[in-house]
């Protein structure tokens, strides 16, 4: 069984820096495609970003493109998203997925975190 848990959420200004970080278990997760995905309230659970390892390439939603980076750390099987230039529209809880192949779907994933808030103020 694969558990994923995220951290790194907090509060932050406009203009600010977050990094999250996703701690990935029972499995190493270089076997998975490795995603973000975040919902805002009220609204539907968006894709952010993802790293295919087996395809050895990067996705971004448009809307972060160029302000957010993901990177994988093999030796900690951690993933994380290097977020800048936040904007208060980058308010949302982000969640960590993982599954078989890079994709845009949320459906495509089998597993999820739990999910870590981000709010930005302006």
């Known amino acids: 069984q694969v558990r994923l848990v995220e951290s790194g959420g907090q509060l932050v200004q406009a203009g600010g820096s977050l990094r999250l970080s996703c701690e990935v278990s029972?499995?190493?997760?270089?076997?998975?495609?490795m995603g973000w995905f975040r919902q805002a309230p009220g609204k539907d659970r968006d894709f952010v970003a993802v790293?295919?390892?087996?395809?050895?390439?990067?996705d971004y939603a448009d809307s972060v493109k160029g302000r957010f980076t993901i990177s994988g750390d093999n030796a900690k099987n951690t993933v994380h998203l290097q977020m800048n230039s936040l904007k208060p529209e980058d308010t949302a809880v982000y969640y960590c997925?993982?599954?078989?192949?890079?994709?845009?779907?949320?459906?495509?994933?089998?597993?999820w975190g739990q999910g870590t808030q981000v709010t930005v103020s302006s």
């Open positions: 997925v993982a599954g078989g192949t890079s994709s845009r779907y949320s459906y495509e994933y089998d597993y």
């Open positions: 029972g499995r190493a997760f270089t076997k998975y495609a």
């Open positions: 790293l295919g390892w087996s395809e050895g390439r990067t």
